[in-house]
């Protein structure tokens, strides 16, 4: 498959490494072609290993995946072109946070980041993901402990999301995946980060995650999602 991503922080070279490694042609967007860090990601990666602007890896791509700053990525996504976004799964992993006191803060109580990426781009069939765990484990969920390795996601498009699912199993290693439903579910996936940031000082590393526990005794355990 080829697939965007936009973002050459940890998180998007991270996740752009992973999915060359199990097969794919990834190409790494950024505001400049030729961004340093694209550059030199590219060129360790090799020859399935792309570089460009927003807008050339977003027409690149068959899957989208948004791993820039929160706070910017409505402008980064609007640069990439509604054209090249339209029809296609925009996986959400970013955070729009602000830090008040060293404490990450959400930028809006009333509609998560993803609600707002559906709404401005309502071709787009926008799934959020993976926002709130570290990079590390985003992609090496194996770090975790055996039969700890959930991940949680949320998104309007039925279809879209299975799709992803079939992903974070088969290409990052997750042994679950929870449905939580529509786009709305996002603003609580996003309202982990804070608790994330919590958890990590209070345990001094970022090899952790979450899951949700079932009642004793049961092993399937699901609500209707749509």
Known sequence: MKIG???TGEVGRAIGTKLIQVGNEVMLGSRTRDNPAAVEWSRINGERAYHGTFAEAAAFGDVIFNC???????DALRSAGEENLSGKILIDVANALEFSDDQPILTSCRESLAERIQQAFPEAKVVKTLNFVGYEVMVNPSLLKEGERQMLIAGNDVEAKRLVERMLKEWFGWEEVMDLGD???AKAL????????RVFETMGTT???FKVVPPHGVKDYKRKTN
């Open 5 to 7: 991503v936009l973002g």
């Open 68 to 74: 820039t700053n929160g706070l910017f990525s409505l």
């Open 183 to 185: 786009i709305k579910a």
């Open 190 to 197: 996003e309202m982990l980060v804070p608790l994330w940031f």
């Open 207 to 209: 090899i952790f995650g």
